[in-house]
């Protein structure tokens, strides 16, 4: 099976599947009983396959961890309750006080939020700007041991360099973490550029419904863990190149307990069957809509890959499927975002990306508010800067939408 999507829906039915079920069944369980108390044991101390405890394991979250493996062509996959539990747990289980990390300068906003947190808590944190392979190696120290990088930038649409500081990672043997969500496994395979490790909101494109709530740290089994000096003993047992993800998941799923459960998980794999119908359709309907933004009286610069005078448009076009489902755009100075936001009838005022439905948010004031005007002019955000997270809807009734909105403007 090779295909992006025969790999998805016929995932479930190469591992043992209760009465032939064609979907992976909801365990709603917490714990598993056994006959002989030895098999507790050698569970318990990784000798023997089994389910133990459900915050670190349930059938139904491991059935979706083969899933995103076979998705991202990684090796090992461990679920959490949302997106930022994947990165903020796979960080405090890997970095130790005084270690240094580089992160893309254009970055999610809660993920900023999060760096700057673990910055009060002995971890030392870089910002480079990512779309430049040098800023990211000029930011390098002794003390690094990370670097984190989101393939497309949320909202200003920055594409990284990523097959070149995949390069730079692999020569100082430094480990690069790719935040996949933007692009989904659908659109980009970090795998091709050196990733070490690939996280993915599942709240987004995987899932795709905005009904479910997860996140995944893949690892992709390219990075040599046998070198890295922050692996616990205990962990390292097996192939060094599981030792990150069984130490991600022992130390940092149980001690900080964001668990995926099986009802979200559920969820997140139906939408996941749909992933690369929706991006078509999602990808073709943002390029229309940016292309005639674009030529707009009313409407001030487009920021989409996927157009060509993007900064990074050569680049999207190398490393990605499609250039992606999300843009930003600007209106004219003197035009009211209100006003045109508060006229759109078909596109929803929302803050969530990559569902079905196409939502629209005004940046500065409500998910880069709280980071204030210096840091929001760091990331090139402009206060009139409207976000768009395109659906899949039928292009012309988005079309519309935004002509009638902006119809009195300009
Ligand atoms: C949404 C998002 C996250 C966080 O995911 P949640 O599931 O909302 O916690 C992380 N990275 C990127 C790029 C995102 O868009």
């Keep these: 099976m090779k295909g992006f999507t025969t790999k998805i829906v016929h995932s479930d039915r190469q591992d043992v599947i209760e009465h032939g079920s064609l979907q992976k069944p909801i365990h709603a369980t917490v714990a598993y009983g056994y006959d ?9 101390q990784g000798k023997q396959p089994g389910f133990t405890y ?35 747990t ?34 030392k944190v870089s910002f480079a700007d990512a779309t430049d392979v040098n800023a990211v190696a000029e930011a390098i120290t002794e003390q690094t041991k990370l670097v984190f990088v989101e393939t ?38 970090p795998g091709d550029v050196h990733a070490s490790l690939v996280v993915n909101s599942l709240t987004k494109y995987i899932g795709g419904h905005g009904n479910a709530l997860g996140g995944a740290i893949t690892e992709m089994g390219c990075f040599d863990w046998s070198s890295f000096e922050n692996i616990y ?15 991600i998941k022992k130390k940092g799923l149980r001690d900080f307990g964001a668990s995926l459960g099986p009802e979200a998980a559920h969820h997140i794999a139906v939408g996941a069957e749909t992933l690369a119908l929706r991006m078509e359709r999602q990808c073709a309907n943002s390029q229309a809509m940016a292309e005639y933004l674009q030529t707009h009286p009313a409407v001030g610069p487009v920021y989409y890959p996927g157009l060509h005078d993007h900064p990074q448009h050569a680049r999207a076009k190398t490393l990605f499927r499609y250039p992606g489902a999300l843009f930003s755009f600007e209106l004219m100075p003197n035009t009211d975002i209100w006003d045109f936001l508060n006229r ?59 002509a009638e909105a902006l119809s009195t403007m300009g």
């Design 36 to 44: 002989d108390a030895r098999d507790l044991a050698a569970v318990f």
């Design 54 to 88: 459900g915050r670190q394991v349930n059938p139904t979250v491991e059935a979706l961890q083969t899933k995103i493996s076979r998705m991202e062509n990684g090796l090992q996959t461990v679920c959490f309750s949302t997106g930022m539990a994947a990165i903020g």
């Design 90 to 123: 796979m960080l405090f289980a890997l970095l130790r006080s005084g270690d240094h990390f580089v992160s893309s300068t254009f970055l999610f906003g809660n993920t900023n939020s999060l760096f700057s947190s673990f910055a009060t808590q002995g971890l």
């Design 152 to 189: 497309i930038a949320n909202p200003r649409t920055q594409v990284a360099a990523l097959d070149e500081i995949g390069e730079l990672c692999k020569k100082r043997g430094l480990i690069y973490v790719v935040d996949n969500t933007m692009t989904s496994p659908y659109l980009f395979q």
């Design 233 to 247: 003993a205990t962990y390292k047992t097996g192939a060094p190149q599981t030792w990150a993800i069984t130490q």
């Design 344 to 402: 759109l009838k078909v596109i929803i005022k929302s803050s969530n990306l990559g569902d079905n439905r196409t939502l629209a948010i005004p940046v500065a004031h409500t998910i880069y508010f709280e980071m204030g005007p210096e840091r929001r002019a760091s990331m090139g955000i402009d206060e009139s800067l409207i976000r768009i997270s395109v659906g899949i809807e039928e292009i012309q009734d988005l079309l519309d939408d935004l």
